[in-house]
Protein backbone atom coordinates (compact mmCIF):
# COMPACT_ATOMS: atom_id res chain seq x y z
CA UNK A 1 0.00 0.00 0.00
CA UNK A 2 1.93 2.90 -1.09
CA UNK A 3 -0.60 5.53 -0.47
CA UNK A 4 -0.38 8.74 -2.34
CA UNK A 5 2.66 9.08 -4.89
CA UNK A 6 3.41 12.10 -6.96
CA UNK A 7 5.01 12.15 -10.45
CA UNK A 8 7.67 13.84 -11.11
CA UNK A 9 9.48 14.97 -7.57
CA UNK A 10 11.34 17.75 -8.96
CA UNK A 11 11.12 19.37 -12.57
CA UNK A 12 12.72 23.04 -14.12
CA UNK A 13 10.48 24.49 -16.57
CA UNK A 14 10.72 27.60 -18.81
CA UNK A 15 8.33 30.55 -19.16
CA UNK A 16 5.31 29.00 -21.71
CA UNK A 17 6.24 25.36 -21.39
CA UNK A 18 3.34 23.44 -20.14
CA UNK A 19 3.79 19.89 -17.91
CA UNK A 20 1.32 17.43 -16.12
CA UNK A 21 1.62 16.33 -13.19
CA UNK A 22 0.93 12.85 -11.85
CA UNK A 23 -0.83 11.91 -8.37
CA UNK A 24 -2.29 8.75 -7.74
CA UNK A 25 -3.48 6.80 -4.45
CA UNK A 26 -4.42 3.10 -4.05
CA UNK A 27 -6.37 3.49 -1.01
CA UNK A 28 -9.95 3.68 -3.25
CA UNK A 29 -10.25 7.72 -1.86
CA UNK A 30 -13.67 9.35 -3.56
CA UNK A 31 -12.07 12.52 -3.03
CA UNK A 32 -8.84 14.11 -4.10
CA UNK A 33 -7.20 17.32 -3.72
CA UNK A 34 -3.87 19.87 -5.13
CA UNK A 35 -2.57 22.07 -3.23
CA UNK A 36 0.29 24.79 -3.83
CA UNK A 37 2.59 25.47 -0.97
CA UNK A 38 4.79 28.24 -1.05
CA UNK A 39 7.78 29.64 0.87
CA UNK A 40 6.85 30.16 4.23
CA UNK A 41 2.70 30.05 3.35
CA UNK A 42 0.45 27.49 3.97
CA UNK A 43 -1.04 25.37 0.89
CA UNK A 44 -3.82 26.93 -0.84
CA UNK A 45 -6.21 24.39 -2.45
CA UNK A 46 -6.02 25.18 -6.58
CA UNK A 47 -8.23 22.32 -7.68
CA UNK A 48 -10.48 19.15 -6.24
CA UNK A 49 -12.76 16.13 -7.32
CA UNK A 50 -15.02 14.71 -5.51
CA UNK A 51 -15.13 11.46 -7.21
CA UNK A 52 -14.09 9.90 -11.04
CA UNK A 53 -14.58 12.12 -14.16
CA UNK A 54 -15.65 15.16 -11.58
CA UNK A 55 -13.21 18.65 -10.81
CA UNK A 56 -14.11 21.75 -9.22
CA UNK A 57 -11.96 25.33 -8.41
CA UNK A 58 -10.42 25.69 -5.40
CA UNK A 59 -8.89 28.83 -4.01
CA UNK A 60 -6.42 29.78 -6.73
CA UNK A 61 -7.42 27.52 -9.70
CA UNK A 62 -6.42 30.34 -12.77
CA UNK A 63 -3.74 28.80 -14.94
CA UNK A 64 -3.79 25.26 -13.97
CA UNK A 65 -6.29 22.42 -15.33
CA UNK A 66 -7.32 18.75 -13.94
CA UNK A 67 -8.66 15.90 -15.36
CA UNK A 68 -9.76 12.69 -13.05
CA UNK A 69 -10.71 10.00 -15.69
CA UNK A 70 -10.17 7.54 -13.33
CA UNK A 71 -10.52 7.10 -9.74
CA UNK A 72 -6.73 7.14 -8.64
CA UNK A 73 -5.39 9.36 -10.57
CA UNK A 74 -5.84 13.08 -10.26
CA UNK A 75 -3.19 15.09 -13.41
CA UNK A 76 -3.12 18.76 -12.60
CA UNK A 77 -1.85 20.68 -16.00
CA UNK A 78 0.21 23.97 -16.62
CA UNK A 79 -0.31 24.55 -19.94
CA UNK A 80 1.86 27.89 -20.21
CA UNK A 81 4.01 28.09 -17.00
CA UNK A 82 4.50 31.22 -15.53
CA UNK A 83 7.52 32.04 -12.89
CA UNK A 84 4.72 32.89 -10.60
CA UNK A 85 3.87 28.77 -10.38
CA UNK A 86 7.68 28.08 -9.14
CA UNK A 87 6.20 26.43 -6.15
CA UNK A 88 5.51 22.74 -4.01
CA UNK A 89 2.49 20.99 -5.81
CA UNK A 90 1.12 18.44 -3.39
CA UNK A 91 -1.70 16.05 -4.12
CA UNK A 92 -4.16 14.84 -0.83
CA UNK A 93 -6.95 12.75 -0.88
CA UNK A 94 -9.59 11.72 1.75
CA UNK A 95 -11.94 8.35 1.79
CA UNK A 96 -15.57 10.36 1.29
CA UNK A 97 -15.14 13.90 2.33
CA UNK A 98 -13.94 17.12 3.14
CA UNK A 99 -13.83 16.53 6.89
CA UNK A 100 -11.94 13.31 6.46
CA UNK A 101 -8.68 12.85 7.13
CA UNK A 102 -6.46 13.73 4.12
CA UNK A 103 -3.33 11.98 3.43
CA UNK A 104 -1.00 13.92 1.35
CA UNK A 105 1.96 12.61 -1.16
CA UNK A 106 5.53 13.75 -1.05
CA UNK A 107 5.34 17.03 -3.28
CA UNK A 108 6.51 18.02 -6.50
CA UNK A 109 9.05 21.10 -6.65
CA UNK A 110 8.53 22.72 -10.20
CA UNK A 111 11.05 25.98 -10.94
CA UNK A 112 9.86 27.75 -13.74
CA UNK A 113 12.39 30.25 -14.96
CA UNK B 1 -16.44 31.39 6.26
CA UNK B 2 -14.56 30.85 9.62
CA UNK B 3 -11.41 32.27 9.43
CA UNK B 4 -8.72 30.79 12.37
CA UNK B 5 -6.04 33.06 13.93
CA UNK B 6 -3.02 30.89 15.33
CA UNK B 7 0.17 32.24 17.14
CA UNK B 8 3.19 32.48 13.87
CA UNK B 9 5.35 31.00 16.44
CA UNK B 10 6.36 28.96 19.89
CA UNK B 11 9.32 27.55 21.72
CA UNK B 12 9.32 24.99 23.84
CA UNK B 13 12.09 22.12 25.55
CA UNK B 14 12.05 18.93 25.34
CA UNK B 15 9.30 16.62 27.68
CA UNK B 16 7.08 19.64 28.07
CA UNK B 17 3.39 19.87 27.37
CA UNK B 18 2.98 22.22 24.77
CA UNK B 19 -0.77 23.90 24.12
CA UNK B 20 -1.25 25.52 20.80
CA UNK B 21 -4.79 27.81 20.46
CA UNK B 22 -7.03 28.40 17.74
CA UNK B 23 -8.78 31.21 17.49
CA UNK B 24 -12.05 31.18 15.25
CA UNK B 25 -14.96 33.56 16.46
CA UNK B 26 -17.26 32.74 13.64
CA UNK B 27 -17.51 29.39 13.75
CA UNK B 28 -20.82 28.32 12.81
CA UNK B 29 -22.69 25.13 14.09
CA UNK B 30 -21.95 22.72 11.21
CA UNK B 31 -18.50 23.25 11.31
CA UNK B 32 -15.47 20.49 12.52
CA UNK B 33 -11.80 21.78 14.05
CA UNK B 34 -9.01 19.87 12.51
CA UNK B 35 -5.49 19.96 12.95
CA UNK B 36 -2.54 18.80 10.77
CA UNK B 37 0.87 18.72 11.29
CA UNK B 38 3.53 19.20 8.83
CA UNK B 39 7.76 18.55 8.80
CA UNK B 40 9.96 20.39 6.11
CA UNK B 41 9.67 18.82 2.76
CA UNK B 42 6.73 17.40 3.37
CA UNK B 43 2.85 16.81 2.83
CA UNK B 44 0.75 17.62 6.34
CA UNK B 45 -0.18 14.77 8.51
CA UNK B 46 -3.93 14.51 10.19
CA UNK B 47 -3.49 15.12 14.17
CA UNK B 48 -6.97 14.79 15.01
CA UNK B 49 -10.12 15.96 14.70
CA UNK B 50 -13.29 17.34 17.12
CA UNK B 51 -16.87 19.05 17.37
CA UNK B 52 -16.85 19.70 20.57
CA UNK B 53 -15.68 19.27 24.26
CA UNK B 54 -12.53 17.29 24.48
CA UNK B 55 -10.86 14.70 21.89
CA UNK B 56 -8.02 12.40 22.32
CA UNK B 57 -5.95 9.84 20.58
CA UNK B 58 -2.48 8.42 20.53
CA UNK B 59 -0.50 11.82 19.69
CA UNK B 60 -2.48 14.71 21.02
CA UNK B 61 -5.50 16.17 22.81
CA UNK B 62 -8.02 18.78 21.08
CA UNK B 63 -10.21 21.07 23.62
CA UNK B 64 -12.65 22.63 22.71
CA UNK B 65 -15.05 25.06 24.71
CA UNK B 66 -18.39 25.19 24.85
CA UNK B 67 -18.83 28.35 22.87
CA UNK B 68 -16.77 27.01 20.24
CA UNK B 69 -14.92 30.08 19.25
CA UNK B 70 -11.54 28.79 20.00
CA UNK B 71 -9.20 25.40 20.35
CA UNK B 72 -6.70 24.29 21.61
CA UNK B 73 -4.04 21.48 20.53
CA UNK B 74 -2.55 19.79 23.28
CA UNK B 75 0.72 18.03 22.56
CA UNK B 76 2.34 15.94 25.78
CA UNK B 77 5.61 15.64 26.44
CA UNK B 78 7.33 16.93 23.23
CA UNK B 79 10.73 15.89 21.49
CA UNK B 80 12.56 17.19 19.17
CA UNK B 81 10.79 15.45 16.77
CA UNK B 82 7.53 17.47 17.19
CA UNK B 83 9.82 20.45 15.82
CA UNK B 84 6.94 21.52 12.42
CA UNK B 85 4.32 23.92 11.92
CA UNK B 86 0.75 23.22 12.87
CA UNK B 87 -2.35 23.87 11.08
CA UNK B 88 -5.66 24.73 12.52
CA UNK B 89 -8.63 24.05 9.91
CA UNK B 90 -11.94 25.16 10.32
CA UNK B 91 -14.75 24.60 8.39
CA UNK B 92 -18.40 22.72 7.10
CA UNK B 93 -18.18 19.30 5.58
CA UNK B 94 -19.81 20.49 2.90
CA UNK B 95 -17.94 23.11 2.09
CA UNK B 96 -14.73 22.48 0.06
CA UNK B 97 -13.73 26.01 0.63
CA UNK B 98 -13.98 26.26 4.13
CA UNK B 99 -13.22 22.90 5.08
CA UNK B 100 -9.34 22.88 3.23
CA UNK B 101 -8.21 26.52 4.02
CA UNK B 102 -4.80 26.39 5.88
CA UNK B 103 -3.63 29.29 7.33
CA UNK B 104 -0.50 30.30 8.02
CA UNK B 105 0.41 27.83 11.13
CA UNK B 106 2.31 27.73 13.92
CA UNK B 107 5.85 26.75 13.65
CA UNK B 108 6.77 24.84 16.91
CA UNK B 109 10.48 24.99 17.94
CA UNK B 110 11.26 22.35 20.37
CA UNK B 111 14.78 22.48 22.06
CA UNK B 112 17.08 20.21 23.89
Known amino acids: NAGVTQTPKFRVLKTGQSMTLLCAQD?????MYWYRQDPGMGLRLIHY???????AKGEVPDGYNVSRLKKQNFLLGLESAAPSQTSVYFC????????????FGPGTRLLVL | LAKTTQPISMDSYEGQEVNITCSHN???????ITWYQQFPSQGPRFIIQ???TKVTNEVASLFIPADRKSSTLSLPRVSLSDTAVYYC?????????????FGGGTRLMVKP
Open chain 2, 89 to 101: LVGDISNAGNMLT
Open chain 2, 26 to 32: NIATNDY
Open chain 2, 50 to 52: GYK
Open chain 1, 49 to 55: SVGEGTT
Open chain 1, 27 to 31: MNHEY
Open chain 1, 92 to 103: ASSYDGFQETQY
